[in-house]
Nanobody, 115 residues
Framework: QVQLVESGGGLTQAGGSLRLSCVAS????????MGWYRQAPGKQRDLVAR???????TYTDSVKGRFTISRDNAKNTVYLQMNSLKPEDTAVYYC?????????WGKGTLVTVSL
């Protein structure tokens, strides 16, 4: 069973930046597609960004040009660099791993963006 632990969330003002990290243990992330999802209060959990095992990336339209997903397989870690943050980015951010050996979710990290 892969365990994912997110970190890097916090409170920032609009226009600020945060970098989220997701560290995996139990299995290597190298063959996995890794994703960041977010869930705002009262809303469903939605995809923010995804990175394939080969490095290809996908972003939801609302974060294109502001967020960057990356991975360091040697560190078994995936990152989400978030710039130009907006109040509507406020949510719990979850890391997800999808691989031939299973699917795992982290417990999330809270990002709060104030005006």
């Amino acid at each position: 069973q892969v365990q994912l632990v997110e970190s890097g969330g916090g409170l920032t003002q609009a226009g600020g930046s945060l970098r989220l990290s997701c560290v995996a243990s139990g299995s290597m992330i190298s063959p996995a597609t890794m994703g960041w999802y977010r869930q705002a209060p009262g809303k469903q959990r939605d995809l923010v960004a995804r990175i394939g095992s080969g490095g290809s990336t996908t972003y939801t339209d609302s974060v294109k040009g502001r967020f960057t997903i990356s991975r360091d397989n040697a560190k078994n870690t995936v990152y989400l660099q978030m710039n130009s943050l907006k109040p509507e980015d406020t949510a719990v951010y979850y890391c997800k791993l999808e691989a031939w050996y299973g699917i795992s979710w982290g417990k999330g990290t809270l990002v709060t963006v104030s005006l």
